[in-house]
Nanobody, 118 residues
Framework: QVQLVESGGGLVQAGGSLRLSCAAS????????MGWYRQAPGKQRELVAT???????NYADSVKGRFTISRDNAKNMVYLQMNSLKPEDTAVYYC????????????WGQGTQVTVSS
């Protein structure tokens, strides 16, 4: 099994910045990719950004140019630097890892709340 623990959420004013962190732990696993998803009240969970083990990145159009995903493979950590935050970025942000223990599957963190006030 793989456990994911997020940190770094909070309340920030519009235009501000936050940095989310996610640590993956467990034994006998190999991570294929990591990423961040978010879910706002009444909406479906959506992709924010992903990063492969080779550091290829993918971003939702709504965050391109404002958010940056990065990864520390040695520490099994992924980060999301969020700049120029907007009220519409308010959501619970979930860390995701696609990892192989016996077979490849997706693992999720418990989520961290990000609230952007106008």
């Amino acid at each position: 099994q793989v456990q994911l623990v997020e940190s770094g959420g909070g309340l920030v004013q519009a235009g501000g910045s936050l940095r989310l962190s996610c640590a993956a732990s467990g034994s006998g696993f190999s991570i294929i990719s990591m990423g961040w998803y978010r879910q706002a009240p009444g909406k479906q969970r959506e992709l924010v950004a992903t990063i492969s083990s080779g550091s290829s990145t993918n971003y939702a159009d709504s965050v391109k140019g404002r958010f940056t995903i990065s990864r520390d493979n040695a520490k099994n950590m992924v980060y999301l630097q969020m700049n120029s935050l907007k009220p519409e970025d308010t959501a619970v942000y979930y860390c995701n890892a696609r990892a192989v223990v016996v077979v490849a599957r997706n693992y999720w963190g418990q989520g961290t709340q990000v609230t952007v006030s106008s």
